[in-house]
């Protein structure tokens, strides 16, 4: 048997019914599907059960699991991949579109999101499991104390809903905190009416110091006087993505 990992951040899904409600949790059908960090396969098997998948590609930094993976799962539409996700060329991977799936760890989870961001192009769906507290601020609107960087740059780019909460007793190990599964499908936008480079640069910037308003919080990355506008009066976590689009 595989041994968690503490310095991977493993915590391995131990419950078959959760597992099956995340992968049931994708909603398009896409030939090629990707499972970041499967571990001992626990939602890699109700993945492949799915319909329409003609390609399920596990990607897996640790070499135990790895071979864990390799002597306990034979499918002809399954390619073990050994590497970190967070390092690879996904463009080198994939040659369409694909679903991206798994129990993300927490550790890495907010750099796996802006990966997802680099190859939205790719990426139509994710469906994952990420600390609750992480999922509730990724789903959440503005106004909300929650409502953070990473919330306004997926939600332009993706519609985001909470689906349902996960407790720690279903993990071994069990964490120290509750887990929540996310789905983000790409919405229609193909482009925003602004600098993007600059788009996430303003936003990164306006949530520096939350309680500062936006004017202030701007000086750190303007030297230049800024143009009287209604929306720098404000904080970062009152304005929408169509706010900051219009900010920049």
Not at 138 to 167: C, H, R
Not at 191 to 220: G, Y
Request: proline letters at 6%; glycine letters at 4%.
């Amino acid at each position: 048997m595989v041994r968690p990992k503490k310095h991977l951040g493993q915590h391995f899904l131990a419950d078959k019914n959760i597992a099956l409600k995340i992968a049931e949790s994708l909603m398009g059908n896409y030939g090629q599907i990707c499972e970041v960090g499967p571990g001992t396969g626990v939602l890699t098997r109700p993945i492949l059960d799915l319909p329409l998948v003609d390609k399920l590609k596990l990607i897996e930094i640790d070499p135990e699991s790895v071979r864990f993976l390799n002597e306990n799962f034979q499918d002809d539409r399954l390619e073990i991949i050994e590497a970190d996700f967070l390092k690879i060329d996904i463009s080198t991977i994939f040659d369409e579109p694909f679903a991206l799936i798994g129990n993300f760890p927490y550790n890495i989870s907010s750099q796996i999101f802006f990966k997802v961001l680099d190859n939205r192009g790719l990426i139509p769906e994710v469906v994952c499991m990420i600390q609750k507290e992480v999922a509730e601020r990724l789903a959440s609107p503005p106004g909300n104390k929650t409502y953070g960087i990473l919330s306004v740059l997926l939600q332009a780019w993706y519609d985001i809903e909470y689906l349902f909460s996960v407790s720690e007793n279903v993990f071994v190990p069990p964490p120290k905190v509750k887990s929540a599964v996310i789905r983000l499908r790409r919405n229609k936008l193909s482009h925003l009416d602004c600098d993007e480079k600059l788009f996430r640069k303003v936003v990164k910037a306006a949530f520096h110091h939350r309680r500062k308003t936006i004017k202030n919080n701007m000086k750190f990355i303007c030297d230049e006087p800024l143009p009287e506008h209604g929306l720098l009066s404000k904080r970062a976590e009152q304005l929408s993505v169509d706010d900051f689009v219009l900010l920049v």
